[in-house]
């Protein structure tokens, strides 16, 4: 082969490797494109779906934030209307109070007994409404026959008495109540003491 021919041919392979080689860049480029196209694309899918569960993360928390607020508020309204049955019920014997003094005016002409009568009818009348209503609302007057208990009497004095054994109670004072088993004011009582 001639000289001409090889340097022909080394020029040919020359520009055929260049050729490839430049391919090959292109081709390299061109993947690296597309990766990074891809990842961008996957980058901006993935930060879409972030945003996304931020908003029902914000969505979720103020709709708690809200319903613990709501609730704060009922639970506070149900402490201020707590006593709103009961006051209800204690109506009842405040009208038949009213009632027993619009009876006594309206009943100038009888006498002293019969007015007295009447008013002492009226008394009982509220006093057993009373006791309804505290039945109703289960609040029951402090049992005081028998012996002293400290957790629901208080003794004010203390006396001495053939008919009762030491430390028994003697007389009721003054009535207590229990609203279900929580004391409300304990009995004022005298005992025995010998």
């Known amino acids: 082969m001639s000289e001409e021919k090889k340097e022909k041919l080394n020029q ?9 080689q430049t391919c090959e860049d292109n081709t390299e480029q061109e993947v690296s494109e597309q990766q990074e196209q891809t990842v ?4 901006a899918e993935y930060e879409a779906k972030l945003k996304e569960e931020q908003d029902k993360y914000l969505r979720v928390h103020a709709d708690f934030e809200n319903i613990k607020k709501r609730l704060e508020k009922e639970k506070y309204q149900a402490i201020d209307y707590a006593s ?25 002409d009888l006498d002293a007994q ?5 008013l002492k009818e009226g008394v009982e009348l509220t006093i057993k409404n009373f006791y ?13 026959d028998g012996e002293f208990d400290p957790n ?3 003794a004010v ?15 009721q004072l003054q009535k207590g109540y229990k609203y279900k088993d929580r004391l409300l004011r304990p ?8």
């Open 84 to 108: 709103e049955k009961f006051a209800k019920d204690l109506l009842v014997p405040i009208d038949t109070l009213e009632m027993a003094l619009a009876a006594e005016e309206s009943s100038k």
């Open 12 to 20: 040919e392979e020359v520009v055929e490797t260049c050729e490839n």
């Open 40 to 43: 961008e694309s996957v980058k």
């Open 114 to 118: 019969e007015l007295l009568k009447k």
């Open 157 to 171: 004095m203390q006396v001495d008495s053939e008919d009762h054994e030491d430390g028994q109670i003697v007389q």
């Open 132 to 144: 309804t209503v505290f039945e109703k609302h289960e609040i029951t007057p402090i049992d005081t």
């Open 187 to 194: 009995a004022m009582v005298s005992i025995c003491k010998k």
């Open 152 to 154: 629901f009497h208080d």
